[in-house]
């Protein structure tokens, strides 16, 4: 009997460290893989004693106090060197991109890429990194040239990917859907979402629109606190955001809500703002407190937060942009909103006015018909449970290693 493949998977973010979708995506890939190959995690943010089967790596203590992105390289280089007998390696994110490349060089093996975003399609990052973004764009360009295969987590992203890096044999790109965990989120009961609810201050009583994400430019956080001002008065508006890109893009949202408030009458004007990441039942919990999820994101691959929202039972109100529309059915599981925006790159509108005002019509709609909402967050259930499952997703990226082992 053969023995099974070995899958080293190479990241950033695995818990308890996860900031954000690429994270909690390796983190139920490598369950759902176990059953068919021998998995190895390679992670960043120190050893995880516990964790069988995961290596965590600290950052070179001789590059402490660099910029951040040859702080990353050099966790990479000791990942590259560590997946010495692995079939197949597997990066996510540029973070660890670097890692695959030079392990799949370095061991003659194939590296596979999958792709969560894109740097060119981020520029925003300069905000961030500064020259660091120069060093993370060409980490992520030279790891996806000589990938042996590239996963793009949407057909949107597959186009994007393909836009970005012309020079990209398109076979090489293959289309498989981030997943969700149904059984670890589901709606709770009736008394916890009321405990919850108490804890932070919503109202279960009253309609809700929630926004669940990283203040960051591409989540659209700015313009939908803009479009929140226009939301009925009973509306509550509760933001579970925090993790800023930059002190200038914290400084905005924190003005917009202290702005909004205001104008809602002072602090009990059912705007409630949630910095901390709350545990998965808790937050479970917070969403099904609400009526109707909002993603207004200028940039999204795919959008693992909207499958958590439908698999709780919200209907979705998104942005029309990048693999959205490929989780979210308009009319059926919530609304997409069309957002013309600037080819550059940045993603941003090209008339922001109309944006902001389409936006929060669309939200005011599904939160005035709490029949229709509870139809849509019932129909987004079960287009969950229909096509975002883990186990068929796991079966659909052992396909993809076996394409890339038996190329030439």
Same mark, same amino acid.
């Given at each position: 009997?053969?023995?099974?493949?070995?899958?080293?998977?190479?990241?950033?973010?695995?818990?308890?460290?996860?900031?954000?979708?690429?994270?909690?995506?390796?983190?139920?890939?490598?369950?759902?893989?176990?059953?068919?190959?021998?998995?190895?995690?390679?992670?960043?943010?120190?050893?995880?004693?516990?964790?069988?089967?995961?290596?965590?790596?600290?950052?070179?203590?001789?590059?402490?106090?660099?910029?951040?992105?040859?702080?990353?390289?050099?966790?990479?280089?000791?990942?590259?060197?560590?997946?010495?007998?692995?079939?197949?390696?597997?990066?996510?994110?540029?973070?660890?991109?670097?890692?695959?490349?030079?392990?799949?060089?370095?061991?003659?093996?194939?590296?596979?890429?999958?792709?969560?975003?894109?740097?060119?399609?981020?520029?925003?990052?300069?905000?961030?990194?500064?020259?660091?973004?120069?060093?993370?764009?060409?980490?992520?360009?030279?790891?996806?040239?000589?990938?042996?295969?590239?996963?793009?987590?949407?057909?949107?992203?597959?186009?994007?990917?393909?836009?970005?890096?012309?020079?990209?044999?398109?076979?090489?790109?293959?289309?498989?859907?981030?997943?969700?965990?149904?059984?670890?989120?589901?709606?709770?009961?009736?008394?916890?979402?009321?405990?919850?609810?108490?804890?932070?201050?919503?109202?279960?009583?009253?309609?809700?629109?929630?926004?669940?994400?990283?203040?960051?430019?591409?989540?659209?956080?700015?313009?939908?606190?803009?479009?929140?001002?226009?939301?009925?008065?009973?509306?509550?508006?509760?933001?579970?955001?925090?993790?800023?890109?930059?002190?200038?893009?914290?400084?905005?949202?924190?003005?917009? &809500? /202290? +702005?909004?408030?205001? $104008?809602?009458?002072?602090? =009990? !004007? #059912?705007?409630?703002?949630? %910095? @901390?990441?709350?545990?998965?039942?808790?937050?479970?919990?917070?969403?099904?407190?609400?009526?109707?999820?909002?993603?207004?994101?200028?940039?999204?691959?795919?959008?693992?937060?909207?499958?958590?929202?439908?698999?709780?039972?919200?209907?979705?109100?998104?942005?029309?942009?990048?693999?959205?529309?490929?989780?979210?059915?308009?009319?059926?599981?919530?609304?997409?909103?069309?957002?013309?925006?600037?080819?550059?790159?940045?993603?941003?509108?090209?008339?922001?006015?109309?944006?902001?005002?389409?936006?929060?019509?669309?939200?005011?709609?599904? &939160? /005035? +018909?709490?029949?229709? $909402?509870?139809?849509?967050? =019932? !129909? #987004?259930?079960?287009?969950? %449970? @229909?096509?975002?499952?883990?186990?068929?997703?796991?079966?659909?990226?052992?396909?993809?290693?076996?394409?890339?082992?038996?190329?030439?």
């Amino acid at each position: 009997m053969s023995s099974p493949l070995r899958i080293d998977l190479l990241t950033r973010e695995f818990p308890p460290h996860v900031y954000g979708g690429a994270g909690v995506h390796v983190a139920e890939l490598s369950a759902v893989l176990r059953p068919h190959a021998d998995v190895r995690v390679r992670c960043f943010d120190g050893p995880r004693p516990d964790a069988a089967g995961v290596t965590g790596y600290e950052e070179p203590a001789t590059l402490s106090g660099a910029n951040a992105s040859l702080r990353t390289l050099g966790v990479d280089l000791a990942m590259a060197d560590d997946v010495a007998g692995a079939d197949v390696v597997h990066s996510h994110t540029w973070y660890a991109n670097m890692a695959g490349h030079l392990g799949g060089l370095l061991h003659g093996v194939p590296h596979l890429v999958t792709a969560h975003s894109l740097e060119p399609l981020r520029p925003w990052k300069a905000e961030q990194l500064g020259g660091g973004y120069a060093v993370s764009s060409w980490a992520e360009r030279t790891a996806y040239l000589g990938a042996s295969g590239i996963v793009a987590v949407s057909a949107g992203m597959r186009a994007d990917i393909l836009r970005c890096y012309p020079e990209l044999d398109p076979e090489r790109v293959h289309v498989v859907h981030n997943g969700i965990d149904l059984d670890g989120w589901v709606r709770p009961s009736d008394e916890e979402i009321a405990r919850v609810a108490v804890d932070h201050g919503i109202d279960p009583a009253r309609p809700a629109v929630v926004f669940v994400g990283r203040i960051t430019r591409q989540k659209g956080l700015p313009d939908f606190l803009r479009a929140a001002a226009r939301l009925p008065r009973e509306v509550q508006v509760i933001l579970c955001a925090g993790a800023p890109d930059t002190p200038e893009i914290m400084a905005e949202v924190r003005s917009l &809500v /202290d +702005d909004l408030r205001q $104008a809602r009458g002072g602090t =009990a !004007a #059912g705007v409630v703002w949630i %910095e @901390e990441m709350l545990p998965r039942p808790e937050l479970c919990a917070v969403l099904a407190a609400s009526t109707v999820f909002a993603c207004p994101s200028v940039y999204e691959p795919l959008g693992i937060v909207n499958l958590e929202a439908m698999a709780v039972g919200l209907p979705v109100v998104a942005t029309a942009t990048g693999g959205i529309p490929e989780v979210v059915d308009d009319g059926v599981t919530g609304v997409l909103v069309p957002l013309e925006q600037a080819d550059d790159g940045t993603g941003t509108p090209l008339d922001r006015e109309r944006w902001v005002s389409d936006l929060a019509a669309a939200l005011t709609a599904v &939160v /005035d +018909d709490p029949q229709r $909402a509870a139809t849509m967050g =019932a !129909a #987004g259930r079960r287009r969950a %449970e @229909e096509h975002f499952a883990w186990t068929a997703i796991a079966e659909r990226t052992m396909d993809v290693y076996r394409s890339v082992l038996a190329r030439p």
